[in-house]
Structures are given as C-alpha cells and as structure tokens.
C-alpha cells in the first residue's frame, strides 16, 4: 500500500519534473533528443476511425517515417464536458474540494475514473463562476493505445483552450526516461551530499582552529592585564618609596636646621616664630645683642647661603632687647 502510494507520487512528480528538466538529464548523451511532435485532435471519434490519415494529413510526412516518435496530443475543449458551477467566495483549496464533491454528486461515474480540472473563474457579483472540464479517463486511455498501435509514444493528452491546458494526462513519458532522470537525479545528490559533508568537514576544522585562536587571544589579554596592573603596582610603590625618601630627607633637613638655629643663637637672644617653606626661613623674636652682629654672624655660617632682615628694628627705649625680624636661605 505505501510502496504503490510512493510510485504514484514518483510517476506524478516525475511528470512534472521532466517537463521543466534540461533535455540532457532525461536523454543520455549517446542519443538525440527529438522534439515531440504535436498531433491536435478536434473529434476523437473522427480521429479513432482513421488516426493515420489525420496524422499524416497534419504532420505532412508518412506515418512509417515518424514511428517512435513522442507526441504531444491537444484535444478541442468539445470533447471534454465543460460544466459551470457558481459557489460562493473561499479558500482555494475549499473551492478544490466542493468541485470535487460537487462532481462526485452529479456524475454516475467515480472520480478515480474522471480526469477533471477546474477552468477559468468569472466574478458574478459576491459569487464566483467556475468551469469545471471533465473527460473520461477510458477515452484517454483508447487515444493513446491508438497511437501505440501504429507506433507513436504519448508524451501527453491535454484538453486546451485559447488561454491554458486544463487536463494534463499523466502518462507523459516512458521508462527509460523516467529510469535516466532518477540516474541524473541520484548522480547530483550523491555530489551535493559529498560537497556538504567535505564542507563540514572544513567547517569543523575552521571553528576547532578558531576556538584555540580565541584561547590564544584570551591568554594573551589575560597575560596583558597582569603586566599592566603589575607595573601600575610597582609604579604606584616606587613613587610611594620616593615621597617617603623626599618626605624623610626633608624632616631630617629641618632637623638639622634647627639644630644649627639652636646652636647658633645665645641665650640673650629670643626666638618667638619660625616658618620654614623649602630654602627659606623666616625668624622673628627679641634680642638684646645687636641685629647687624647677629645678620654678620649669620652669613658667616657654612648653612647659610644669604641673611637680611625683613623688617625694621623696634624695641622701647628704656628695654635693651629689641624685635627683629630675620629672612635667611639655607644652603
């Protein structure tokens, strides 16, 4: 049952198929595809009494010159029951099936025996008009075995108007076309499949070296950030270390300032204020030994780059200690 339902769908497909196929996929290249003729047939009855005169009369040649040939055959739409059906607006495939059904109710003969198409559609205000051609499949049957008779292969049988070809026959083409189409068809899988799976397999390969390539990338940001951060580290420390080392060698110089300050002055001499910025130092306090011997004893000191006094002496008459006030460079 399915094996019989998979050869009617091949038969069928096939059928199509060949007809848009490039003559060389269903001719082997060893032969010479011959164009099918075309043998067009107004009454069939007429035809069945004598097909050779008809053929001969059309194709202009004898029949014992032509046997073997394909023909296409055209029947006149008088030979097919046209019948018209108005149904309301729907889907196409709704309208498929009310023909059908509408067909099955009105013919005495089965459907599986009926070789049936719908026609052209004409709006009839909110209807739609249908034409429906319905051809015995016997009489089919009876033209092609006429034409086997004296030698012709049917390619096939359609019914045809002015605009299209409604009933299409389905026996179209022998076996041995059928056979070398189905060779082509499995030749071109059978390369598609081998490219698509040699593709894969670069596929697979591209993104396994992509992967490692993405590792690399990432070991070498990781690798990269630790640099970074360990020189920011040791930048941070050496610069750290170096205003410790700035910072101690200048509380060891203020020390040592204060030192020689205290050394230097004697106990006559009082000293109220001291600011230190850098190399300069500013002294304010009393004194009852003289301002210009302390200014000359100054300079004369190795830590002394320069003295002089930055405002005027002031002191009462009666108090021998006088206020100073003393700017000095330290070396």
């Known amino acids: ?41 107004k009454d069939v009855n007429d035809f069945l009494d004598n097909p050779i005169l008809l053929i001969e009369e059309q194709l202009q040649t004898s029949i014992h010159k032509i046997k073997g040939r394909v023909v296409d055959v055209y029947l006149a739409p008088e030979n097919a029951l046209d019948r018209t059906i108005k149904l309301p607006k729907m889907r196409a495939n709704d ?139 040791e930048a941070r420390n050496a610069e750290t270390a170096q205003l410790s080392t700035a910072e101690l060698n200048y509380d060891r110089k203020r020390t040592m300032l204060l030192k020689n300050l205290t050394d230097f002055f004697s106990d006559n001499t009082w000293i109220s204020e001291v600011v230190i910025k850098g190399q300069k130092v500013s002294l304010g306090g009393f004194s009852t030994q003289g301002i210009p011997d302390i200014l000359s004893s100054l300079r004369q000191e190795n830590w002394v780059k320069s003295a002089q006094l930055k405002s005027s002496i002031s002191g009462a008459r009666t108090s021998k200690s006088k206020r100073f006030q003393i700017e000095i460079m330290v070396q």
């Open 1 to 41: 049952m399915v094996l019989g339902k998979i050869v009617n769908l091949w038969l069928e497909w096939s059928n199509t198929l060949l007809e848009d196929m490039p003559v060389r996929l269903v001719t082997p290249l060893g032969l010479k595809p011959n164009k099918p003729l075309t043998v067009n047939i």
């Open 95 to 233: 309208v498929l099936k009310v023909l059908r059904t509408n067909l099955q109710k009105a013919s005495p003969i089965q459907l599986k025996d009926l070789t049936w198409r719908q026609g052209l559609v004409f709006k009839s205000g909110d209807k739609n008009i249908h034409h429906q051609l319905v051809i015995k499949n016997e009489r089919l049957k009876i033209i092609e075995k006429t034409l086997e008779a004296i030698g012709l292969v049917t390619r096939k049988i359609s019914v045809a108007t002015a605009n299209k070809e409604f009933i299409d026959y389905s026996e179209y083409h022998n076996r041995f076309n059928r056979a070398w189409l189905m060779l082509n068809i499995l030749l071109i899988t059978v390369s598609i499949s081998f490219w698509v799976v040699t593709q894969y397999s670069h596929l697979k390969e591209l993104r396994i070296a992509n992967s490692h390539l993405h590792a690399e990338i990432d070991d070498l940001r990781t690798h990269a950030i630790n640099q970074v951060e360990k020189a920011t580290i």
